[in-house]
């Protein structure tokens, strides 16, 4: 099945109306369109990653410059990042908002990816970081809006799930 790229759009412009001016990414499947979007927007800064912590880096500087930012990646990426989540965004109070493909969950064919969806929800609760699952077009903007509201009201980081009801296109 492949990517829905009204999904990606709806995703897109939502980021957009929360005044997200950075977007950082790893490429992806899932992102793929998201990543188009945000490249041929000449308003948004789109960060190419080789890592995925080094998002949390982008992050925490465009705080500090006072642009909104968003990380996107999936979930292997998220765990890999870990380190930079701690230590920067949770000890000094960064907002980051991160979109995570929630690869390995319900639904998921290919093997090599169902390690990161077990963890996944278990890591961010460990970290108490909020988190919710974007699974309606509908709903996804006030989703957004609110999770962006949420982590630059706490100063902390807060995660969307992108699943796959939301990502693929129907059949």
């Known amino acids: ?21 950075v977007i950082s990414a790893l ?17 948004m800064t789109l960060v190419r990653l080789a890592k995925e912590e080094e998002g949390v880096g982008i992050s925490t500087g465009a705080h500090f410059a006072g642009v909104r930012s968003a990380m996107l990646m999936q979930n292997h990426g998220f ?3 870990i380190n930079g989540i701690v230590s920067c965004a949770l000890l000094y109070k960064i907002p980051l908002l991160m979109l995570v493909s ?3 969950h319900l639904g ?14 278990h890591v961010l609760d460990a970290l108490r970081i909020v988190h919710s699952e974007l ?9 957004i809006a609110e999770a962006m509201t949420l982590a630059q009201a706490s100063l902390s980081p807060v995660a969307l799930l992108l699943t796959r009801d939301l990502m693929w296109e129907k059949q």
């Open 1 to 21: 099945m492949p990517v829905s790229e009204a999904s990606s759009k709806v995703i897109y412009d939502a980021l957009k109306a929360a005044d997200v001016g």
């Open 27 to 43: 490429p992806e499947t899932w992102l793929v369109h998201l990543i188009r979007m945000a490249d041929d927007d000449p308003a």
């Open 79 to 81: 765990l890999q990042s």
């Open 102 to 104: 929630d690869r390995g």
């Open 108 to 121: 998921e064919p290919d093997p090599w990816q169902t390690e990161g969806g077990r963890y996944t929800r």
């Open 135 to 143: 699974r309606d077009q509908e709903a996804v903007s006030h989703q």
